[in-house]
């Protein structure tokens, strides 16, 4: 699933290509007809954003949303490039004067009004952005401590706590602030919990400036430790059961 790195890498990338100019919207795809999409037809993109998973292009008075789950994509070319996907295939087509930017697949795509966006059901529920201008550390933390009972590892997770983290961050994140992810979090030291989200943040935001590096835990299971050699576990975790990946030796809240 795209996690916030991405998403905030594609509103970059979009915004470079097309900001400023009037789009000739399509919509091959009739999952992109039926979400409105052709209504930015001559719109001029603003700006790009994004906010946790989720990207929001700004076009005068309407906003394109769109979450791409596991399977969505966003691509970006020069206009007139050969795609790398079939053009029946695309959701949503925004062509400026130079480029032309793609969206394929994705269990979200919809046009808003503007001024519908600080109510909408989705958006303005979630969490601080992991990933936001103004990151606040201390804030994200005490936003995950409103639910003690849970793991911190399937905290992360949950988009209304914190926008952005998916399963490779919540796994990288734990392992480099040396964290057990089944740790609950009332019991979690307040200094702990902040390292955690620093951590994320770092990670993700180095992500975004270079690419996505080499994992230390993410799908290592089996294999040793970077830092201590002991086999690396996985679990499900939560209620989606999702798999979380970490060390039981140097993440053991015992000896954290």
């Not at 394109?64 to 695309?90: E, F, M, N, V």
């Not at 951590?199 to 690419?211: I, K, N, Q, T």
């Not at 040793?224 to 990946?245: L, M, V």
């Amino acid at each position: 699933m795209a996690e916030g790195d991405t998403i905030l890498r594609a509103a970059r990338r979009i915004e470079a290509a097309l900001g400023g100019d009037p789009l000739a919207v399509s919509a091959p795809n009739p999952r992109g007809r039926a979400a409105g999409v052709e209504r930015l037809d001559g719109r001029a993109l603003e700006r790009a954003e994004a906010r946790g998973k989720h990207l929001l292009l700004h076009c005068d008075e309407l906003v394109l949303h769109s979450h791409l789950g596991i399977s969505g994509a966003w691509h970006i070319y020069p206009r007139g490039a050969r795609w790398r996907k079939p053009s029946g295939a695309a959701w949503a087509i925004l062509r400026g004067e130079r480029a032309e930017a793609v969206e394929f697949g994705g269990p979200t795509l919809r046009v808003l009004a503007a001024g519908a966006l600080p109510h909408d059901p989705v958006l303005s529920r979630l969490g601080p952005d992991i990933l936001a201008t103004d990151f606040d550390p201390e804030r994200l933390a005490a936003s995950l401590s409103k639910a003690p009972e849970r793991a911190v590892g399937d905290a992360l997770l949950d988009q209304r706590l914190v926008a952005g983290i998916g399963n490779i961050f919540k796994s990288e994140a734990c392992f480099a602030a040396r964290t057990d992810p089944w740790q609950p979090l009332g019991e979690i030291d307040p200094e702990r919990l902040v390292a955690v989200v620093e951590a994320a943040h770092d990670l993700m935001s180095a992500s975004v400036e270079r690419g996505r590096p080499e994992t230390a835990v993410y799908k290592r299971a089996g294999r040793p430790c970077p830092r201590c050699a002991s086999p690396i576990r996985s679990r499900g975790q939560g209620d989606a059961n999702r798999i979380t990946y970490w060390c039981p030796v140097c993440q053991s809240a015992a000896t954290g």
